[in-house]
Structure formats: structure tokens, C-alpha cells
């Protein structure tokens, strides 16, 4: 919503602005300048970016358009980690094989459907689990392998917003190419009427105007857009990590997700008794 609101921002200050010092609308209305800019920009990602980046970078497009976790799904978050650490409570690790081996049919997973959503949170918690039951490594190595795994989880996921940014970067450079070219178009016409001089030189300048809009304006905002939910959702993730740590090293449950809870930003966390209140009743099912 507020990415939608902040283009309308930008776009219409910047028109209204131009409209109050007596500019014409169409003469901003220059769609071979937009093809040249537009196509080239695309062209060059097409050419720097490999292909499964370019779909991440579609799937974190539509992304920024949608809320990210809220402090209901954390809470969800905590109170599934707690269920999966009580299982181990009462039925020791050995329990815990079946959901962990296939999540997508654990009774468990099933009731928190934006955890299974998340295939990078199934795999790293279960993958995790499965080398906490095999008890085949101490706790600062588990928090060494978790580490790596969400430092290669990060880079991936930010692969996307660097190969728009340096697109966005192009951007006023290939504005400066439709314009060059406008005026290569003027100087063939440099013998005809000034009023026909001065349009084509005004349609040229349109172009470095729309390169650096687009920079600065558009692409570039939804650039950092995308990596700052990278970087909020992976958050998710690490409070993962903590919860899992605490419970290797052979902390109660509720206390394993109190150390979770402790990591979240005041705005997602949910509050003890919250979450008190949430464990007691998973209890009961």
C-alpha cells in the first residue's frame, strides 16, 4: 500500500510542480524516449543478471506489495517451536523423526500454514532438528552451522535488489543516451523552423528527465524496498535460530522460546503472558 501511495507521491508532485510553472502535460508525452530507456535498461539486466535471479527478483517485486510477518505469526512461530520442543519433553528426541523428516505432513506443521509456506524456514528448522537428534555436535559448532546457514540465506535473497539497484544506477546514464540521440535527430532538422527545432530538442531533454526520475524516483526506492524485507524477514529465521540453540543446550521449552521472543523488534513481539497464554493452551490440544 505504501509503496503504491509513495509512487503517487513522487509522480504527482513532480507533475503538479511542473504544471504550476506553466509547463505543457504533452509535452512530457514521449513514448520512443521510454522505449529507448526502458528497453535498454532491460536489456542490460537481461545481460548482467542470470535467470534465476531475474524470477527471485519477480517473486520479490510482487512481494513488496504485501505485509510481511506480523506479531500474530511470530507468536504462531514460538508456539510451534514449543509444541515440536514439548514432544521432545515427553517422548525424548526420538519423537520427534517423523515431523521433522516430512514437515508437510506433520499434525504439528499443518496447524501454522505460513510456517510450511516459508520453504526456507521448513528446511532450515528441520534440517537443524535432524542434527540436534543425531547429537552429533556441540552447541557453539550448531550455532556455526546456522550462522552459515543464514548468511548464504541472506545473500541469496539480496541477490535480487543488487541486480535492480545497479539497473536503477544505469538508468540516468541511458536517459543521457535518449536524449544524445534526440539531438542527433535535431541536428538533421537544424535547417527547419524553430518551432520544430525546439520540440524535438525539448523531446530529448524528456528522456535524461525520465532516466533520472526513474533512478532516483522509482527503481531505485523499490530496490532498497526489497532488500529491507529481506532483511526484516529474515528475522524470522534468526528467531528460529535462538529457540533452537537454547533447546540443544537443554533449556525448558517455554524458556527456549522466551529466548526467541527476547530477539523479535518491538513491533512483532508478542508479550510474555501472550505467549505464556499460547503455550498453555497448545498444551491442551
Known sequence: MFVIIGAVVVFGSVLTGYVLHGGQVLALYQPFEVLIIGGAALGSMLISTPLNIIKAMIKQLTGVFSSGYGKKDYKDLLVMMFEIFNIARKDGLIGLENHVEHPEDSEIFKRY?????????????????????????????????????????????????????????????????????????????????????????????????????????????????????????????????????????????????????????????????????????AKRR
Open 113 to 281: 500454514p505460513k510456517f510450511l509456506k516459508n520453504h526456507h524456514a521448513v528446511h532450515f528448522f528441520a534440517d537443524t532438528m535432524r542434527v540436534i537428534i543425531s547429537g552429533a555436535v556441540q552447541p557453539h559448532d550448531l550455532e556455526d552451522l546456522m550462522e552459515n546457514d543464514i548468511d548464504a540465506m541472506k545473500e541469496e535473497e539480496l541477490h535480487p535488489s543488487h541486480s535492480l539497484n545497479t539497473m536503477s544506477d544505469s538508468l540516468p546514464g541511458l536517459g543521457i543516451v535518449a536524449a544524445v540521440l534526440g539531438i542527433v535527430i535535431t541536428m538533421g532538422a537544424i535547417d527547419g523552423p524553430p518551432e520544430e527545432i525546439g520540440h524535438k530538442v525539448g523531446a530529448a531533454l524528456v528522456g535524461t528527465f525520465l532516466g533520472i526520475l526513474a533512478c532516483y524516483g522509482f527503481v531505485g526506492p523499490l530496490a532498497a524496498n526489497m532488500k529491507h524485507k529481506v532483511l526484516i524477514d529474515l528475522q524470522y529465521i534468526n528467531c528460529m535460530k535462538h529457540a533452537l540453540l537454547s533447546f540443544n543446550k537443554g533449556v525448558a521449552g517455554v524458556i527456549a522460546v522466551e529466548f526467541a521472543r527476547r530477539t523479535l523488534f518491538e513491533d512483532v513481539r508478542p508479550g510474555f503472558t501472550e505467549l505464556e497464554d499460547a503455550c498453555n493452551e
